[in-house]
């Protein structure tokens, strides 16, 4: 269908970190300070994942989504979240990220008149915290703990990725 002068957009924007296992919404600013303070008594305990029966897919609960108008305000509300990922130093990188990110785009387009209908499209990038040897980069303390998290993930992700191009039934790990 071509895009008609009736047609209109709408462009929905959010971005959340997956954190030592937590996930928290990078646009959120109660979120900025919340993964450091995991495990803590009474410390923010992360966003939930559910199952949305209305949407067919899994969702994140309470996660900010914002309306862009215009490219600029999205690549504002995507600064802001990187600003507010998690990040520590060590040997081999000043500014390594400390989680997994997805940034999600979603275009919803209507058209109006005699035939008219909505279409909607979502586009989500991933950027996965890197794999780490802790022999190579001296990580201690909670840098080495958050080096064991996202190593594990990835191990994890890893198998998930071969299960499902494998086709070994319904199931991945």
Not at 76 to 97: F, L, P
Not at 138 to 159: D, Y
Request: aromatic share 6%; charged share 20%; net charge positive.
């Amino acid at each position: 269908r071509r895009l008609t002068t009736t047609d209109s957009f709408v462009v929905r924007l959010s971005f959340l970190q997956v954190h030592n296992e937590h996930v928290f919404d990078l646009l959120n600013p109660a979120h900025s300070a919340a993964p450091a303070m995991v495990g803590n008594p009474g410390a923010f305990p992360g966003l939930r994942l559910r199952w949305s029966a209305r949407d067919g897919a899994t969702v994140v609960e309470n996660l900010f989504v914002f309306e862009c108008s215009n490219p600029k305000e999205a690549m504002t509300y995507y600064e802001a979240g990187i600003r507010n990922r998690t990040v520590a130093s060590h040997k081999m990188n000043q500014m390594s990220s400390r989680s997994h990110c997805i940034l999600t785009l979603a275009v919803e387009r209507n058209s109006e008149g005699l035939d008219s209908d909505m279409r909607t499209a979502k586009l989500t990038l991933v950027d996965l915290a890197g794999s780490e040897r802790q022999s190579e980069t001296g990580a201690v303390g909670q840098t080495f703990r958050e080096s064991v998290s996202i190593n594990q993930s990835l191990f994890v992700l890893r198998k998930v990725i071969t299960a499902l191009a494998r086709k070994q039934g319904r199931f991945a790990p």
